[in-house]
């Protein structure tokens, strides 16, 4: 937000000085305009990000880190990750058959272990790119848990 002001700054000093012809009330009509905007933007920014930061810490964090580790002792089961955006990723080998049923299955098991899930997405083991809090790659099967 900060730069955003002071690159806004800038083009105002330019635009005085270069334009003599429009009135400086204009040029600072547009100034407060832009800042207004910014601050307001940097406002809706934080306050999203801290109601998202609070819905997927604060629900469930321990039963989420227990819920995981009940789901990885499956053998079938190569990885499990919780997305940030409240998935669960889960990557298995490919045997050629849909996985959607699996999917429900975790969705059903996560609501009954009282688990918050946004839904389960079932991915292949082959060519999944995966990291802490994120994967993706050939979807075998999905399923939203609401």
């Known amino acids: 937000m900060f730069l955003n002001i002071v690159i806004t700054l800038i083009i105002f000093l330019i635009g005085i000085l270069y334009n003599k012809k429009r009135s400086v009330k ?7 305009l832009v800042i207004v905007a910014n601050i307001g933007t940097y406002y809706a920014r934080v306050h999203l990000r801290n109601r998202t930061r609070s819905l997927t810490e604060n629900t469930h964090k321990m039963s989420i880190k227990a819920f995981l580790n009940t789901i990885k002792n499956n053998p079938a089961i190569v990885r499990a990750i919780y997305t940030e955006q409240g998935y669960l990723a889960i990557i298995v080998a490919n045997d050629g058959e849909d996985k959607t049923e699996m999917a429900m299955y975790y969705c059903d098991l ?29 979807e075998l099967g999905e399923a939203s848990c609401h």
């Open 110 to 138: 996560a609501n009954s272990e009282n688990v918050y899930l946004g839904g389960v997405v079932i991915l292949d083991a082959a060519d999944t790119k995966y990291g802490k809090s994120y994967a993706y790659g050939t």
């Open 26 to 32: 204009l040029w600072l009509g547009i100034l407060l």
